[in-house]
């Protein structure tokens, strides 16, 4: 029986999944506040700190997950090796949680009232401020939702993850699940006049992102199990094997089926003469789907990423045969 990868297990499929659900919420409320300057500010303030809280909380993940959690603070100060990906990381998730932390700030009516009856100049420029930390904090923002996947790329002993459609798929992943994140909040807490336009194009999103995640994912396995013996050994494991009723039903059928299905419910009700009303229940629904797809996809890819045999599967199994005729 093969044995499944355990050095990485659920710390780090927490913080690659919240690294990239914060990413992909703080460009959506990004792309949404440059679209309408002003406009649907639950929506934005909502979308803003769930970026912010998700980050803060991957990274005391990541730290946690250091045998002496104090020490990787110096990975900031030591990591200065620009061709590290480790130190690229750590600098990117650095500055990246600044930018969304400052954004949080100035999006907040209270506190940004307070900043500025504090400092005038703050208080007159906010609406500048806020454009300009959402035009920086979009490239962060895809950049972190690309480095969850580089990271893994970037350990040669593990096959599965040596694939540039990694970085590819947890982008596209990390996308859907801010999408997901931030259309909860549309649903749930949007009075503005038009909200029901940007709900429906959220669900438009969705349906685009979802059918681009399945289309990566299986160009993915299909690569994995044409790449080579320990490629297909690993991949095997998600497709038929240990984990496969995980993955085919939490992450296919649940994180990608119910989603698409919810969205496309909503835009042909959308459609309908004078504005048809769906319950709250299916937007909301199929975005926690979401998230529990984003979430299984990488626990399931962390834990089938296997370490290169020494020697081919065959040749393991033929020595195997060959001492249980000795025995």
Partial sequence: MVELQTTWGWLPA??????????????????????????????????VWTAVVALAIGLLALVSEVAKPFQAMILFKSFV???????????????????????ALFTTDKIADWLGSVVKPLGRARDGINKALAIIGIPCALAVAAYTG????????????????????????????????VAIFATVLEKDEGAHGVRTALEWAVVCLVVLEAIVLAAFVLTMQGAGSNEALSVGLLTNGVLSVQFWLLVVVVGLGVPLVAALVQVVVSRRKGGGKIAPAVPIGGATCALVGGFTLRFLVLSAGLHAALISPAALQAAQNVVMLIS
């Fill in 81 to 103: 090796n620009g061709s590290s990906w480790m130190a690229v990381g750590a600098w990117l998730l650095f500055a990246t949680i600044i930018v969304f932390a400052l954004s």
């Fill in 150 to 181: 580089v990271l893994l790329s970037a350990a040669p002993a593990i096959p599965l993850w040596g694939s540039w459609l990694l970085p590819v798929l947890f982008t596209v992943s990390a996308l859907d699940t801010g999408v997901a994140a």
């Fill in 14 to 47: 927490i913080y690659l999944f919240l690294g990239g659900l914060g990413a992909g919420a703080f460009l959506t409320v990004s792309i949404l506040r440059l679209a309408k300057p002003g406009r649907f500010k639950k929506t934005v303030t909502g979308g």
